[in-house]
């Protein structure tokens, strides 16, 4: 009996985290569904999924693609324009090379070219999108695509694609498992994760330093685990300088280790990152990143309306308030532990598996 795969399933997109790691979790829980599966994944150069998916020993092609939706110099616009046909030749290739079953477009500059071609070749095709308001490209890819995973119901009044399903953001494996684990303080100090998405924050990084440096008084108290982002990570270490309650990372690879070590949050209203806070029962304090959708505005407002977390809007940021709000949760452990199982109550069951298993009907 012959051991050849039998079906190759390519999953297109990425730039950052929100949307690497979510299609890295499709891809195992299609594997571990079914051994026989190929997954490759394609992307472009400038995301981090050069980065990630090395690290996780995976199968990544690259295209040339580019964001269109931005607020720039005409030249940079027409340079990315001059780069569509040559994603779309060079997605034609790899579909041709890898002749893949089922293509599933996850946003980023590569998911674009790739899914248009894949429908365009009448391959079956799917997108996923994780925003309440959907982006430009899966807006205009739902014309072409029948099917669509979604994270939030308010997406279908905006896309075309006839077949939505909503599934709820897909998590990581190690992430799933650790809604099944109870909830273990680690230190005695109150640890906090400030992460503001996988390329940083500025705004988040200058309130949080300001907010240590600022408050000597609780560095027996309060531990800071902080990623950057690499724009602003030197001038982060300097700030800090000799500071022993503070981690500083550019980039960090292994969230759930951070997760298990942390009790609350600063941090952005990104769907994947509510969601992964959400697994692990660490309480939020979410600046919404702002946009004309606000949709991570909304995102907060549902953790706020569960009494599992708390919102500061950035225009409207006041540092004694969030000082305040800092010392309340590092005082009272009850209302943190209170507030950490309802925000476990929002965590998404097995979305992944979920997609994995709808994938698999189809071919």
């Keep these: 009996m012959s051991d050849r795969i039998i079906k190759k399933i390519i999953i297109a997109g990425g730039g950052t985290g929100g949307h690497i790691y979510p299609a890295i979790a499709i891809g195992r829980a299609l594997q571990k569904a079914d051994h026989q599966i190929e997954i490759r994944f394609v992307g472009t150069a400038q995301g981090l999924e050069s980065k990630i998916m090395k690290r996780e020993n995976l199968a990544l092609d690259l295209i040339q693609s580019g964001r269109l939706n931005f ?26 090379k890898h002749k893949p079953d089922f293509v599933l477009g996850v946003g980023g500059y590569a998911s674009a070219p790739f899914v248009m071609m894949s429908a365009v070749l009448n391959i079956k095709t799917a997108i996923w999108e994780p925003n309440a308001h959907p982006g430009m490209a899966n807006r205009l890819l739902s014309k072409l695509v029948k099917k669509s995973y979604l994270v939030f119901e308010d997406s279908k009044k905006y896309l075309s694609s006839l077949d939505n399903k909503v599934f709820g953001m897909p998590l990581r494996e190690e992430i799933e498992q650790a809604q099944l684990q109870e909830r273990v303080k680690i230190s005695e100090r109150l640890t906090i994760l400030c992460f503001g998405g996988s390329q940083g924050s500025l705004f988040l990084n200058e309130k949080i330093s300001d907010f240590i440096i600022k408050n000597p008084s609780l560095r027996e108290k309060i531990y800071l685990i902080h990623q950057t982002g690499p724009l602003d990570y030197e001038n982060m270490k300097k700030k800090y300088g000799s500071a022993d309650n503070v981690e500083v990372h550019e980039f960090i690879y292994d969230m759930p280790n951070q997760y298990r070590k942390a009790d609350i949050q600063f941090c952005r209203g990104g769907a994947s990152t509510i969601a992964e806070a959400a697994a692990f029962g660490v309480v939020p304090l979410i600046v919404p990143l702002p946009a004309a959708d606000d949709h991570q505005l909304r995102n907060a407002e549902v953790v706020v309306l569960h009494q599992a977390g708390f919102l500061f809007k950035q225009s409207e940021f006041n540092d004694a308030e969030f000082a305040k709000t800092v010392e309340l949760l590092q005082q009272n452990d009850s209302l943190r532990k ?4 309802n925000l476990r109550t929002l965590a998404p069951q097995r979305a992944a598996s979920q997609i994995a298993q709808d994938i698999l009907g189809q071919i």
């Design 71 to 96: 607020s720039g110099s005409p030249l940079k616009k027409i340079k990315t324009l001059l780069k569509i046909p040559v994603g779309l030749f060079q997605s034609l290739m790899l579909i041709l």
């Design 338 to 341: 209170e507030m950490a199982l």
